[in-house]
């Protein structure tokens, strides 16, 4: 027997019965098919998080209000209301002396119904500063951009984005029309360039007001959200994180760091913290795919069991002519194999298929995802796969060659 008739042998067994073989190959399938949509999936995920940072820039550090400890978040990511920035704190940074910080801008954040006669919108708007098409690389397309009288004036003005516009206006032209924020009438002076959807918000669903008219009149606080100070090149954040800190610290009277009301974090950071947790989900991932495949080759070195059970008869007659144990072997092993390897074919063809769907489907959404085809994980996927046939199959190949020959030809 060669090689070639075991492999035929293998054929024949899996169409004589086809539902059988196909339930036997399914957790292989499942499990092979599973680690290359983890793997896809989380490359994807990882670089829509990279063009995140490109779209913001690479050489921006935020301050948070609240303290955190050195590799977690600031109690106000969790929804925790800290009131320790001010807006005297951005402009303070923004004309101090450090030649590194280019500018800086400052956030607040509230939502509402918005409406323009008898069109509403639930949408989310900001209060910026000035500096905020220069600092998150926004432009606007059509109009302008509130000045900084405007802002120090609490002008009721508003800069839309693409998306808000068009469910509002469709094709018509909105400068110069009037939306209802919070019960009070907005003049629209801009319209932002479509820039897509992004990890952590959209600005083309979002709206932009001066930061003072939102924290007086929209929202009523004194305080702000977010700061975030544009470095003049990537090598000074780190001198420049030290030197915002000293330089707040000194505002807020702190003398020891462990007093800290705020934090400061350059994207970088934010970055590796992101890709550390997804990392994590992905290994979490391939573990359960793992499970799959245990299952799966469980399942089909029972079934080769029960192969070996039926063809009794056949193993003492290959016997009786001449075959020796390790033909017996090769023959149930070669089988498995075969069982195996094109179940890990069909899993790595489905798991592909998969992931451009969900490629496409984020694109369809606005998030900036890449298709991601890891050639790794298909080399794996098919390795695993041989790996299972190997290791589940040795016992029925084993048992099978062990039989007496003169036992097997009178097996009924």
Known sequence: MDIFEAINNSWQMIFKNKMR???????????VMAVIVVMSVGSGAESLILNEVKSIGSNLISVIPGKAEEDGPPSSVFGIV?????????????????????SVSMYVKGNDR??????????????????????????????????????????KVVVLGSGVAEKLFGDQNPLGEKIKIKNSNFTIIGILKEKGGG??????????????TAQNILLGIDYISLM???????????????????????????????DDDFTVRSVQEALKALETVTMAIRFFLIAISAISLIVGGFGIMNIMLATVEERINEIGLRKAVGAKNYHITLQFLLETITITFLSGIIGIIVGLLISVLVAII??????????????PAIIVATFVSISVGVIFGLAPAKKASKLNPIDALRYE
């Not at 800290?82 to 280019?102: F, M, Q, V």
């Not at 995802?369 to 890891?374: A, E, M, P, R």
Request: glycine share 4%; charged share 35%.
């Open 362 to 375: 984020a694109k369809s959404l606005g998030f900036k995802w890449d298709l991601v085809i890891s050639i």
């Open 228 to 258: 975030r100070i544009k470095v003049d090149k990537t090598e000074n954040i780190e001198k420049t994180i030290s030197q915002v800190e000293d330089f707040l610290r000194d505002r807020h009277n702190i003398e020891d760091p462990k």
């Open 21 to 31: 073989s196909f339930l036997t190959m399914l957790g292989i399938i499942i499990g």
């Open 199 to 212: 990890l952590t918000q959209n600005q083309d669903d979002e709206l932009f007001v001066p930061i003072k």
């Open 114 to 155: 918005i409406s323009w006669e008898d069109k509403k919108v639930d949408t989310n708007f900001n209060g910026v500063s000035e500096e905020f098409l220069e600092v998150d690389n926004a432009e606007v397309e059509k109009g302008r951009f509130f000045s900084k009288e405007e802002e120090l004036s609490q002008s």
């Open 82 to 102: 800290i009131t320790s920035l001010k807006y005297e704190d951005g402009e303070a940074l923004a004309n101090s002396a450090y030649p590194s910080i280019e």
